[in-house]
């Protein structure tokens, strides 16, 4: 948590001494998140703007703060102008899109035949079904069925499943986490991850379908203290900028672009080369990324529609 000008200058401090490691062909980024104070962002925009990626702003307990990206790539981990056009292009066309409601969402999915679930980590490995769907699909990122197996079992993670009879077609996970402060607060994060859809089952609003019903079921379990031993905070995924489809899912499903946050930050919102995404070619080894979050309290009131 960072409250106070010298524990930035701290941070700061240390970020510096990590850029000095940067060098091509090794350790070519930096990359951490950080709980940091509004007034204290805008206070210091200037100096920190090389280093501040996207923030996304927290409410409940923690309003007035934001989940902060921090970040910075050697000159040789490039991005390409072209993709960074599109990504561009393809921001601004996903943003003019308008919300559905979380019925609507379901309903698509419904009417074309397919069932939603979300397991937990007991449900899942009971189903030997489910492992090797789960395996299949999975094996685009270069997992193996043992990696596939260890994802299933890990207790703070919510994976949600469109079927189509005994098929997995599409799958996504939410990742739970926790994050206690000196001071007794308390942060309960959901990032929406490894999202996959079988080819033949593309552009049927699965994906969004998949999303909405992890979404409902971190509702449920926040009005049930079952989030980690609480209420979830704030929702989160981190989008490539190549892939429209889940940019503009992002949208309808109420998530808001952190490059379109609360607070007047001179930051673009985006991860600038920050991991490799399987999907859309792209012509470098990595993508930029857009984080798109939802509070708790709009998350709320969008499982309600």
Not at 5 to 25: F, I, N, Q, T, Y
Not at 263 to 272: E, N, T
Not at 281 to 298: E, K
């Amino acid at each position: 948590m960072v409250r106070t000008a010298e524990r930035l200058e701290d941070l700061l401090r240390s970020l510096e001494v990590l850029r000095g490691h940067l060098r091509p062909g090794g350790p070519d980024r930096i990359s951490l998140r950080a709980v940091v104070d509004d007034d204290l962002l805008l206070e210091h925009a200037t100096t920190i703007e090389t280093w501040v990626e996207a923030a996304l702003p927290l409410s409940g307990v923690l309003t007035g703060c934001s989940l902060v990206y921090l970040g910075a790539n050697h000159a040789s981990r490039a991005c390409n102008p072209a993709d960074v056009e599109r990504c561009r292009r393809n921001v601004e066309r996903a943003a003019a899109e308008s919300v559905r409601s979380a019925s609507a969402v379901a309903e698509r999915a419904l009417t074309h035949g397919y069932r939603l679930e979300v397991l937990d980590a007991e449900q899942r490995l009971g189903d030997p079904r489910l492992v090797a769907g789960i395996a299949r699909l999975y094996r685009r990122f270069g997992w193996s069925d043992s990696d596939t197996r260890r994802l299933l079992g890990s207790p703070d993670t919510l994976l949600g499943v469109a079927w189509r009879g005994d098929e997995v077609t599409c799958a996504g996970l939410a990742e739970q986490v926790l994050l206690r402060f000196g001071d007794g607060e308390e942060l309960r994060l959901a990032e929406f991850t490894e999202a996959a859809t079988h080819d033949a089952h593309r552009r049927r609003g699965l994906y969004s379908a998949v999303c909405g019903a992890l979404m409902a079921e971190l509702v449920d379990r926040s009005r049930r203290n079952a989030v980690l031993g609480g209420g979830i905070d704030l929702a989160f995924g981190e989008c490539s900028g190549l892939d429209g489809g889940v940019l503009v899912a992002a949208t309808r499903l109420g998530r808001r672009f952190a490059c379109r946050a609360r607070i007047d930050l001179p930051f673009a919102g985006v991860l600038r080369q920050h991991v490799p995404i399987d999907g859309t070619p792209r012509a470098t080894p990595y993508n930029d990324l857009y984080p798109t979050f939802i509070t708790a309290d709009a998350l709320e009131r969008w499982v309600e529609t």
